[in-house]
């Protein structure tokens, strides 16, 4: 193997995040299904690494979701994503910091499509200029927040309470990484490692002690596919691609497995009650289900926030077999006792808090 | 088990270790129009016996092709042979051959012949 080569290969595959000011727009469903993560993001990036994270409140859906589902028409797509451009100009910031994958592939396609049909981007900001008389510029950087936390991963785990390795033998725990389709898989280009070798999470895990397993359905998707899960007839087709993966990685007993895609971390975590309802199967350790974390959850638990304050009580696949593993120090009792979280009982604002 | 209002769907991947293309590619070499089906079901439209069956030509044409095999014998014997399907396929693909065909290559196959 020619190693120069293989490096110049890799170096292909990098991308350029953003040091600082960076405008962050949260995802539709995230706030649903794990609250906690964008909250601790913010955390991490404002109070950890004192970087200028801004969020506006006047942003809305990019309709991703609609777009993909074949509910909104492209152009309509196109001119609310032109809307939150517009909205990040007038606030004077040029980083976008998307929190949701499909946002981040979407807006990824539009410039894309727009810097190769420079009339459709004429159009749309047309359309946007008479609906909202807004004009706006094109992010300069556009970065995935999972992206950030990777660039970030050595000062996290310089300030790290916590490693990735299992207390009572020593041994890193085996993480299994799941990558969402359309970080990379659509423009491989724009995420670290492409495709075929995404490495923004194992990036993260190596670097917080852990080990990444290599399973044969790694690159598999979640099931997550829009329209698969809407037709609720239709569910079987969703939860059959997570049976795949979790069938798959069984033989290598992971201990947890990690992800940063609003829609993968809820369905493998809450298709593996489905397919033990449906079909008696566990696939963790001890007749347990493996444990599905997002990056900001795990970065949040390596820097010793309490599990409960980053959200892991909304897991329905229970989480403290790898609290126990890693040693954290947590309080049973308080798993659904909100009040002894200070950050939850206090009423204040949580935009750019 | 929980009512769900679905159930898990069996994978479609082709496993080359169990199917097998060996009927499919016999077919191919005496009715190379067989290559030319788009599986559109017109002949499953228009077909006499699936009516009182549940025969499918077009669901044949596929598990023909895919290479699962176990399933095409048990619904080969439908077929009367009648024709009606050639004379609506749009691509002009001779299916009433394809079914003489298929039975020819399970009879040859099981004497070892393909």
Known sequence: MILEGKKAIWNDYQKEIADDKYYYVRSCVRQNFFPGSETAFLKIMREELKKDVYEHPCHTTCTGIGYHGDIVPVETTMTVVARQFAIMTEAGYENLLPSCITSFGLYTEILDTWHHFPEVEEKVRRQLRKATGREFRKPKNLAHASDVIYKFRKEIASKAKYKLVNKNTGEPLKVVDHIGCHYAKMFPSKGIGGAEYPYVLAGMVEEWGGNVIDYPERRHCCGFGFRQYLVQANRGFSVACSKEKFESMKPFKPDMIITNCPGCPMFLDRWQYVINEMEGKRYGQNEEGIPVFTYEEVAGLVLGYDPWELGLQMHQTDCEPVLDKIGIDYSPEDKYNLKIIPSYSESRSLINV | ?114
Do not use: H, W
Not at chain 2, 34 to 48: N, P
Not at chain 2, 88 to 96: A, F, L, S, W
């Open chain 2, 1 to 114: 088990m929980e009512k769900f209002g679905f159930t898990i769907s069996k994978g479609r991947q082709i496993d080359y270790e169990s199917n097998n293309r060996r009927i499919a590619e016999y077919i191919f070499e005496n009715e190379p129009s067989f290559r030319l089906c788009f599986e559109c079901g017109g002949c499953s439209a228009t077909c006499t016996t699936a009516n009182f069956t549940g025969f499918s030509l077009r669901e044949l044409n596929i598990l023909i092709k895919r290479g699962e095999n176990d399933q095409v014998r048990s619904t080969l014997k439908k077929c009367m042979l009648c024709g009606k399907c050639t004379l609506v396929c749009p691509r002009g693909v001779n299916t009433r051959n394809i079914v003489v065909l298929a039975k020819q290559a399970f009879q040859k196959s099981d004497e070892y012949e393909i």
